[in-house]
C-alpha cells in the first residue's frame, strides 16, 4: 500500500509493503492529478522502510514518479530505504531520473531519522555523515 501525504512543505510518500506495479502506477496518476503544473519549489520524503529491495518491475515506475516530481518543482528528495542495498537501487533509479544531486538516503537505523529525512527534504539541511553530493550511509 502507497500513502501520500501532503505537506506545506512538500510530500510524503509512505510505501507498506511490496507495492505492485499496479499500485506504483496509481501512485504516479495520483501525482499527476495532486500536483498542479506549477507548484513552488518542494521537498519530498519516500519512506520505504516498509519493503525490502526494488524489484525490476518496480524500477520504471519510480524512475516515473521521480520525473513527474522533479518536472513539478521537487528539489530535494529524502530517500529511506530499508537496507543499504535497496539505497543502492534507489541512488541508480535518481541518477537514471536526474535526480541524483538533490537525493540523500537516511539511514532508518539512526535514531531521529524522520527528523533528519524532514530536514533535508524542508531546508537542505545536510545529513550528518554525508558531503555536499554524496548520500548519507545506510545500515
Known amino acids: 500500500m502507497i500513502k501520500i501525504e501532503d ?3 512538500g510530500l510524503r510518500i509512505e510505501m507498506k ?4 506495479r499496479q499500485e506504483l502506477s496509481k501512485l504516479v496518476d495520483d501525482l499527476r492529478k495532486a500536483l498542479p503544473n506549477a507548484r513552488p519549489f518542494f521537498g519530498v520524503i519516500l519512506d520505504m522502510t516498509g519493503i525490502g529491495l526494488i524489484h525490476p518491475e518496480m524500477r ?3 524512475i516515473q514518479a521521480e520525473k513527474l516530481l522533479q518536472a513539478r518543482g521537487m528539489l530535494r ?3 529511506c530505504p530499508s537496507s543499504a542495498l535497496a539505497a543502492s537501487q534507489i ?3 535518481s541518477s537514471d531520473s536526474g535526480i541524483g544531486p538533490g537525493l540523500r538516503c ?3 537505523t539512526a535514531e531521529g531519522w524522520q527528523l533528519v529525512a524532514e530536514l533535508w527534504a524542508v531546508s537542505g539541511r545536510e545529513p550528518d555523515g554525508s558531503k555536499g553530493g554524496a548520500t548519507s550511509h545506510v545500515a
Do not use: E, V
Open 7 to 9: 505537506a506545506a512543505w
Open 17 to 20: 509493503g511490496q507495492p505492485t
Open 60 to 62: 520504471d515506475m519510480l
Open 77 to 79: 528528495l529524502a530517500a
Open 91 to 93: 541512488r541508480r533509479i
Open 106 to 108: 537516511i539511514d532508518i
